[in-house]
């Protein structure tokens, strides 16, 4: 009889702990869904940029600078392994763009050629794209870290070796609007 009891908590727990760990694989999954849909619309920001920078080259080619910080943030993007890195890549290029649409206002005509509205008009829509994949991905993270920190989920994922789950934050510069120089000290 107490050998059926002592089976009996042993199959009631077997069955909790499998139930919990499937629950934590889901959530991590979602997690990483989540987070692969960022990285695919950065890479399709990655994929319009050049387009916009020869564009602009064409029209505003002493525009040097802006377009060399256009570059070197789109590598750095395209180099990042963890959110933590892409969010701050992320900011340094949205930070660079942000200063190519300054210079870009001083040229008319750029502005009204068709490829480069096109251009804005799909990297504005990938921008957005962005944002909501950004909030997905935290959202799901948010979820997946409540289940790794409270109780009994903490002791069945540490057994099982799940760890919280970084957010996609902005880089604390991104708070800071952008400087730009035309040049005209020098």
Not at 9 to 16: E, N, T, Y
Not at 28 to 47: G, H, K, P, T
Not at 85 to 95: K, R
Request: proline content about 3%.
């Amino acid at each position: 009889m107490a050998i059926g009891i002592v089976i009996a908590v042993i199959v009631v727990f077997g069955l909790m702990f499998m139930s919990s760990y499937n629950n934590f694989v889901n959530s991590e999954e979602n997690v990483n869904q989540s987070y692969a849909q960022i990285e695919n619309q950065l890479q399709r920001r990655l994929d319009l940029i050049p387009n916009l920078v020869n564009t602009v080259k064409g029209y505003a080619a002493h525009e040097k600078e802006v377009i060399t910080s256009i570059s070197d943030a789109r590598a750095r993007l395209a180099g990042a392994k963890t959110p933590g890195e892409e969010a701050t890549a992320n900011a340094e290029l949205s930070g660079a763009l942000s200063r190519l649409l300054v210079v870009v206002e001083n040229y008319p005509d750029l502005k009204a050629n068709q490829q480069f509205a096109q251009l804005m008009d799909e990297l504005a829509g990938t921008e957005n794209r962005i944002s909501v994949a950004r909030k997905d991905y935290n959202d799901q993270v948010a979820v997946f870290n409540k289940k790794v920190k409270q109780f009994p989920g903490a002791i069945i994922a540490r057994i099982a070796g799940f760890n919280e789950k970084e957010y996609f934050k902005a880089d604390p510069k991104a708070q800071e609007a952008p400087q730009v120089d035309f040049g005209g000290n020098g």
